[in-house]
């Protein structure tokens, strides 16, 4: 499953760049991925919607087993 959610990270991270952020894949475990948004995204004041709207969205179209994706 890691490597499913790896996979669709790679799809949001060209627009994570543009901007000067990226995310990086933390572990998964239990239904539960944990990112860090990284670069300009980590310190966005809209860092919250960018991962429940960007990052959140595009796991869960692609690994449906992610209940839920966690940022730290």
Avoid: F, N, Q, Y
């Amino acid at each position: 499953m890691k490597e499913k959610v790896a996979a669709a990270l790679e799809k949001i991270r060209p627009a994570l760049r543009a901007d000067g952020g990226d995310v990086e894949l933390v572990d998964v475990k239990d239904g539960i991925a944990t990112v860090r948004l990284t670069g300009s995204c980590g310190s966005c004041p809209m860092s919250t919607m960018t991962l429940v709207m960007g990052v959140e969205r595009v796991i869960a179209e692609e690994v449906p087993e992610i209940k839920e994706v966690i940022a730290v």
